[in-house]
């Protein structure tokens, strides 16, 4: 199992939703242009994700594994009784933007579509990390 790392010395939650709404920017903004390619846009949309989580793992103070398998973190948000309102089955399909589309080869292309999801996803989970980070935020990304 991956060591798990100490929340205390991560930085502040806040830090961490920074972050992940840059990623989450960043994959919106590519997101049109033709001459990138789609699995860009989509592993910014994961990392935004992912970084989310984190920064709501901090906040809780909660030890986190240095992992992009979002079912992994899903499921260790759950065992320390933070509520996660959606199905895993909504985050996990990110884990492989991650993972498997950093380099030419070995993955199957991801379409437009399949992006548009990806964002649409990483925006609930950065409105829900917000709400868990900073309780007074209303609204959408």
């Known amino acids: ?65 240095k992992t992009h398998d979002l079912q992994d973190l899903v499921e260790l948000l759950q065992a320390h009784g933070i509520a996660w309102p959606f199905a895993v089955d909504e985050v996990e399909p990110l884990t492989s933007y991650a993972i498997h589309t950093r380099y030419p080869g070995g993955f199957a292309e991801v379409r437009r579509q399949e992006v548009d999801q990806a964002i649409a996803v990483a925006e609930k989970v950065l409105d829900w990390a917000r709400l868990q980070i900073i309780p007074s935020h209303t609204g959408s990304t």
């Open 1 to 65: 199992m991956t060591p798990l790392l100490d929340p205390a010395s991560q930085g502040a939650p806040e830090d961490w939703l920074r972050h992940a709404q840059s990623d989450l920017r960043v994959a919106r903004l590519v997101r049109q242009d033709l001459d990138i390619l789609p699995h860009q846009p989509a592993f910014h949309a994961q990392q935004a994700v992912e970084k989310a989580m984190k920064g709501v793992f901090v906040h809780h103070a909660v030890p986190f594994p």
